[in-house]
């Protein structure tokens, strides 16, 4: 069974340019949730999909934002990026919400830098 | 102060010691999760608990509700286990993961 996929795996956007990164959950997993990690902050919660729906948001700006689609994948979007978004985007996966404690699955991240 | 402390921050060890990552967190959880991150960032988890222990391996993890407190155990460390392990806490009636500061393990040959 194929793993979490996360595409690109590198980018590097210039300040006020605007991002879209993807993630592809493990077959059959229909909730994705999203984490930014920084050296500063460490690992912070972004938000989290199940069946094309936000179930939770983290304390993040409104420039942070994502979607779900019918086959389960999601995307995120940054507008209008500042250098401290520079970070790795983790996404995960799970066959249920998290208030259902079902076991995560990590993708590789992507390390976006911006200049 | 953070709602999930984890100590210590580094740990250097040879190559056969027993190792102790140590978890505390000051909320009410639902589960609690161990995580390993390699160099590169890709994250697997070990360990998801909500009482008692679990094994896998040469890997151990326990958690006292009552204490708020959870350990990760290595027996018999081998250098590939070097590796930043990252404690998280799924908050009780929320839904999403708080994570600690995470400790760097490095284990020489």
């Known amino acids: 069974k194929a793993g979490v996929t996360q595409t690109p795996r590198y980018l590097i956007k210039t300040r006020g340019q605007q991002v879209t990164l993807s993630c592809s959950p493990i077959?059959?997993?229909?909730?994705v949730s999203w984490y930014q990690q920084t050296p500063g902050q460490g690992l912070q919660f972004l938000f989290e999909?199940?069946?094309?729906?936000?179930?939770n948001k983290g304390n993040f700006p409104g420039r942070f934002s994502g979607r779900q689609f019918s086959n389960s994948r999601s995307e995120m979007n940054v507008s209008t990026l500042e250098l401290g978004d520079s970070a790795l985007y983790l996404c995960?996966?799970?066959?249920?919400?998290?208030?259902?404690?079902?076991?995560?699955?990590f993708g590789n991240g992507t390390r976006l830098t911006v200049t | 102060k953070n709602e999930v402390e984890q100590s210590p921050q580094n740990l250097t060890a040879q190559e056969g010691e027993f190792i102790t990552i140590n978890c505390s967190y000051s909320?009410?959880?639902?589960?609690l999760h161990w995580l390993q991150q390699h160099p590169g960032g890709g994250i697997v988890s070990l360990f998801m608990?909500?009482?008692g222990k679990k094994k896998h391996g040469r890997l151990i993890a326990t958690i006292n509700i009552q204490e708020k407190h959870s350990s990760l155990h290595i027996t018999a460390s081998h250098p590939r286990d070097s590796a930043v392990y990252i404690c998280?806490?799924?908050?009780?009636?929320?839904?999403?993961?708080?994570f600690g500061q995470g400790t760097r393990l490095t284990i020489n040959p």
């Open positions: 999909y199940f069946s094309e729906t936000q179930r």
């Open positions: 608990l909500s009482s």
């Open positions: 909320v009410g959880i639902s589960a």
């Open positions: 077959s059959g997993h229909r909730s």
């Open positions: 995960a996966s799970s066959w249920a919400p998290r208030r259902y404690n079902s076991p995560l699955h």
């Open positions: 998280a806490v799924q908050i009780q009636g929320a839904q999403k993961l708080v």
